[in-house]
Nanobody, 113 residues
Framework: QVQLVESGGGLVQTGGSLRLSCATSGFIFFNYAMSWYRQAPGKERERVATISSDGITWYMDSVKDRFTISRDNNQNTVYLQMNNLRGEDTAVYYC???????RGQGTQVTVSS
């Protein structure tokens, strides 16, 4: 079955960087667009970035020029490089596969001032 395992979160100061990873299995990875979502306490889930099966990327406005989504089709893994982190980036981050309703356990990102 489809498995999505996020890692790489942590506590970082404002302006710092983190690299999130999402290891996947159970499906033909290179056929699917992958996205990173986040959800902060008391807020709605929001889509942060998407990478298509052929590498086309999309970002929400507030993370453009700070975050970079990438994928390694040999490792069946999608990444999110996050630079210049801000307090409003604090959330649990999840990766999701196109046309699949489930998600992994997420990874907590906390940005402190």
């Amino acid at each position: 079955q489809v498995q999505l395992v996020e890692s790489g979160g942590g506590l970082v100061q404002t302006g710092g960087s983190l690299r999130l990873s999402c290891a996947t299995s159970g499906f033909i990875f290179f056929n699917y667009a992958m996205s990173w979502y986040r959800q902060a306490p008391g807020k709605e889930r929001e889509r942060v970035a998407t990478i298509s099966s052929d590498g086309i990327t999309w970002y929400m406005d507030s993370v453009k020029d700070r975050f970079t989504i990438s994928r390694d089709n040999n490792q069946n893994t999608v990444y999110l490089q996050m630079n210049n982190l801000r307090g409003e980036d604090t959330a649990v981050y999840y990766c999701e596969r196109r046309n699949y309703p489930g998600r992994g356990q997420g990874t907590q990102v906390t940005v402190s001032s």
